[in-house]
């Protein structure tokens, strides 16, 4: 897993973030496929409020994870059903995989 791939184009603090997280992660002896799944939806979510969320406090938890509040996440959960088409492909064109 290239742990800077997923993380490109994100803020230090998002990135540290999911850096430390992936440690605690191998910690816990789980599998890499688990731990890339969980890193790319945070990165994911992180680009979501970046790039297209409409709320404008998104600004502030684009840049620093601490500042992600439960209607972001929902907003990004209801976000990506909206976006996603029948084949799963769709979900990349809109925000790119590691």
Not at 61 to 83: C, G, K, L, N, Y
């Amino acid at each position: 897993m290239d742990l800077n791939k997923i993380t490109a184009g994100l803020s230090k603090t998002w990135s540290g973030f999911l850096r430390d997280w992936d440690r605690s992660l191998r910690s816990g002896n789980y599998p890499e496929t688990t731990r890339y799944n969980y890193l790319l939806a945070a990165a994911q979510l992180a680009r979501y409020l970046g790039e297209y969320s409409p709320d404008p406090d998104a600004d502030g938890a684009a840049e620093d994870p601490v500042e992600v509040s439960r209607a972001h996440v929902e907003a990004f959960q209801a976000w990506m059903i909206e976006t996603r088409s029948a084949s799963l492909g769709r979900v990349s064109e809109v925000l790119p995989c590691a």
